[in-house]
């Protein structure tokens, strides 16, 4: 469990505010991730790309609050009850300073690739300490950041683009609570929740996770903004608003049409993957830029027609089966004219 979280949500949840206020909607998908945290429960959060994962799991570091740690300890030791040899040398001789952590600093965030490696995660002996002190020696040992997040939170964003070896090394840590590393006889407590991500399975480059490590986590499903009316709301929370230009209601309406109709029937038989609030983000702030290239202050419907291949066109992936498999763009164009003739309607 760690510390200070449950306090935390809490607090916040009988003062009827929501914790997770970033996030617009999704109120069943942050249900699950509250109850996991509070349960101490690791969470995978498994949705396509572009839905706020990120950005959840950003909130929920916002929500950790500040920690005593003894000073300079990358392991975030507790001073009453240190972990590491050199703080626990430190305890014996009398010699701990304290600090204050901000929760933010309780937040390790770790980027799956083909390429990380165990060092990455675990550690690895630094050269120059090395030379000062004997490789064997603990000082010469540089902790990687699943060691960082003692005590905190580990954001492992798309877990399931490591290589299998990795997650071996991982589940390791997730069941023992500890990391062996490779030539020291100590163990490093690590003591975090994992917060992962995952895009859907069927995607091009992803590793299949192993069972055993689905096992350790909660696995939490998130998907589109569930209205229009969401849709919208994130957009114009988040998007980038352009002083001086106008944004008329119905070219936003035909932003969030033109978008959502790439998730929805018939046009989502077209898709392996359609568009997410992303491509209503960019969208909505290409248009206003078009404006003021334009010289001009109201917003124009035609112009999305413009940006939309630009904004969409990487966003999407048409199916194999489907006759636009190699013209992407042509799907977006004929989708585009449409949405903005009128014949798919808000
Ligand atoms: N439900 C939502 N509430 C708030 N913001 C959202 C929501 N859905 C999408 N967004 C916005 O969309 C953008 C992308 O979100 P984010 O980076 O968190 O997505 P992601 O799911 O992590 O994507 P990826 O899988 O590509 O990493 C952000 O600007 C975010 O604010
Ligand atoms: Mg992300
Ligand atoms: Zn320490």
Known sequence: MIEGIKEALLTGIREGKDPLSTIVGQEDTKEKVIASLLAGHHILIEGPPGIGKTTLARNIASVLPSLVTVKGCAYHCNPQAPICPLCRIKAAQGEIETVGVPGEKRFIRIQGSPDLTAEDLLGDIDPSQAFKYGPQDYRAFTPGKLLKGNRGIVF????????????????????????????????????????????????????????????????????????????????????LKFDGVEMPEEVLDSIITLVRATREEPWSKELDQGASPRASLALYEKVQALALMGGYSRVKKEDIRRVAIS?????????????????????????????LSGVILV
């Not at 062996?180 to 590793?207: K, L, Q, S, W």
């Not at 909660?218 to 957009?235: A, L, S």
């Open 156 to 239: 492992f964003d798309e877990l399931n683009r490591v290589p299998e070896k990795l997650q071996n090394a991982l589940l390791q840590v997730l069941e023992e609570g500890i990391a062996t590393i490779g030539p020291y006889d100590v163990d490093y407590p690590a003591d975090f929740a994992m917060i992962a991500t995952m895009n859907p399975r069927e995607h091009a480059g992803v590793e299949e996770l192993s069972d055993v490590l689905l096992d350790r986590f909660d696995v939490v499903r998130m998907g589109y903004p569930e209205t229009e009316e969401r849709e919208r709301e994130i957009v114009l929370r988040y998007g």
């Open 311 to 339: 904004a969409m066109g990487s966003r999407i992936k048409p199916s194999p089966e489907s006759k636009f498999y190699e013209d992407p763009l042509g799907l977006i164009d004929e989708l585009a004219r449409k949405v």
